[in-house]
């Protein structure tokens, strides 16, 4: 099943529940909702909700399936010459130390789709994203922390790509706070997302810090000019793990977007409730 | 420009008056600098090696501690809708308000910081050294700060929020500013390379900090 068929059902599900109330859809829309589902069409809770109900189970199968073979593969891995066993904390520290920063692009492209094209849904998907970007976040920093003490001979070492982590996990946190601190999601909706694109700032700190200061930390293996360095035997199972966690986003995420929608729907119910019942 | 001139005029003069408190930062750095040899003992042999980060961390906590006042006593006024409203470009108008706010709050951390440098015993090379890169890097604190000012008024919200919006943006300037600083007393490495870096990330604020606070101020006041 492709991207278009599940579209066609989505569209089908939410015509079918929408038919008593706009039973007379104007041509020209329908024409347009059929012929390219672009994400202006997803700016439709209902839809977005409808979409993902029906895309949540696979992406969910398919994650720990990627999961299941990413770890298998992981355990059956050969030993480093140099570093024995315990090579393959890498499995599970590279993925998070990338997802990290991928998190924090998708919140920046959301940020963006806050302030420029005021899509309805790219607030719910920057405050979704949060939390999860500070779970890999702060995973990426344990696993390393315990792959350093064996390698390096220490938990923390303050050097360039281990701080400018840290900062990226307390802007995290930072923004959480920002997002918690105020009451009317649009209005928390903006200053998060200039808070966000300020901060994309880091991300190419982050990624560079390995290569503009001689550091601890190991430059680049994997995503470098001229191919990696990594052999084939720990390339393959990390990119599967890589895979796996990156599908594991995917799936939390829009998980959690519906909750935050609902959440929203749940609140404004509130309020019209806590309006109407007298003083 | 006439326009902006008096901006930054009126700043100053609103925050050097009575009620504009710019110089309580001067006063809240001396008491930093003060309660550190009780934190760490009256030694002076190690007074002298953390000395440099002893100030910046001071000058850091001082300059962060005034900066809520950037928008907020312009947005209870009212005169903060004005300037949005205004013809200037909001931009520049902000640039201008840090830039004051710099010549009052900032400007005098930098006179005081040799005089602090008596207390925790350093000699006149390593104190011109620390001033210079202080001078090198407040401006970055300020225009970075500006952004957390702008966020916590249109959000109504001051105080902790700002300080954790704005420190975690402020380290790159503390780690560059202590390690030129400790490179032109003992270090090995040469005072350029962190001292060009530390005037780059000054560069880098004076551009996006005014964009990113004049931006937070449109899309927040309503």
Redesign the interface.
């Known amino acids: 099943m492709g991207w278009t068929d599940y579209r066609f059902d989505a569209d089908q599900l939410s015509l079918r529940r929408d038919e008593t109330k706009q039973a007379t859809l104007p041509a020209a829309t329908a024409a347009i909702i059929t012929d390219n589902m672009t994400l202006i069409d997803l700016a439709n809770p209902t839809r977005f909700l409808t979409l993902t109900a029906r895309l949540l189970p696979w992406l969910a199968a398919l994650t720990a399936i990627l999961l299941l073979a990413g770890l298998y593969q992981s355990a059956v891995a050969p030993d480093d010459y140099q570093q024995g066993a315990t090579v393959k904390i890498m499995f599970i520290h590279v993925p998070n130390a990338w997802l990290s920063m991928f998190v924090w692009g998708v919140m920046s492209l959301a940020a963006l789709g806050t ?1 420029v094209w005021r899509h309805p849904l790219a607030d719910v998907a920057a405050k979704a994203a949060a939390p999860i970007g500070a779970a890999f976040t702060f995973l990426a920093l344990v696993t390393g922390s315990l792959w350093g003490r064996p390698m390096w001979g220490t938990y923390w070492e303050w050097d360039a790509r281990l ?1 400018s982590v840290l ?1 990226l996990f ?2 995290y ?2 923004l959480i ?2 997002w918690r ?2 009451e009317d999601p649009a ?2 909706a ?2 998060a997302a ?2 966000t ?3 994309a ?1 880091n991300l190419p ?1 982050i990624k560079f810090s390995v290569d503009w200061w001689n550091t601890l930390h190991q430059p680049a293996s994997v995503i470098r000019l001229g191919g990696p360095t990594l052999d084939r035997a720990f390339l393959i199972p990390l990119l599967v793990m890589a895979a796996a966690f990156s599908l594991l986003f995917a799936t939390l995420h829009l998980a959690a977007m519906r909750n935050e929608i609902l959440r929203r729907r749940v609140r404004a119910l509130q309020m019209i409730q806590a309006r109407q019942r007298p003083a | 420009m006439t326009a902006l001139a008096a901006l930054i005029q009126r700043d100053i003069k609103i925050a050097l008056r009575v009620g504009g408190g710019a110089l309580i930062g001067v006063l809240f750095f001396l008491t930093v600098v003060v309660l550190m040899p009780f934190a760490v003992g009256p030694d002076l042999a190690l007074l002298t090696r953390l000395g440099p980060a002893i100030l910046w961390l001071g000058a850091l906590l001082a300059s962060l501690l005034t900066l809520d006042r950037l928008f907020m006593a312009d947005h209870e006024d009212g005169s903060l809708d004005l300037i949005v409203m205004s013809r200037t470009p909001l931009e520049l108008a902000c640039a201008a308000k840090a830039l004051a706010h710099w010549l009052a709050a900032g400007l005098p951390l930098i006179i005081a910081a040799p005089v602090l440098g008596l207390l925790l015993n350093l000699d006149a090379a390593s104190t011109s050294a620390v001033a210079l890169t202080l001078l090198a890097g407040t401006p970055a604190l300020t225009f970075t700060g500006m952004i957390g000012a702008a966020l916590s008024v249109t959000l109504h919200r001051g105080g902790l929020l700002l300080a954790v919006l704005v420190l975690p943006l402020s380290i790159p300037v503390l780690i560059f500013g202590v390690a030129a600083s400790q490179a032109a007393i003992s270090g090995p490495l040469s005072f350029g390379t962190p001292f060009s870096i530390l005037c780059a990330l000054s560069l880098v604020s004076f551009v996006i900090g005014p964009i990113a606070a004049a931006a937070s101020l449109r899309h927040g006041l309503d």
């Open positions: 302030l701080t900062i307390l802007m946190l930072g706070a920002l601190a105020v209005r928390a903006r200053a200039i808070l694109l300020v901060g700032i700190i």
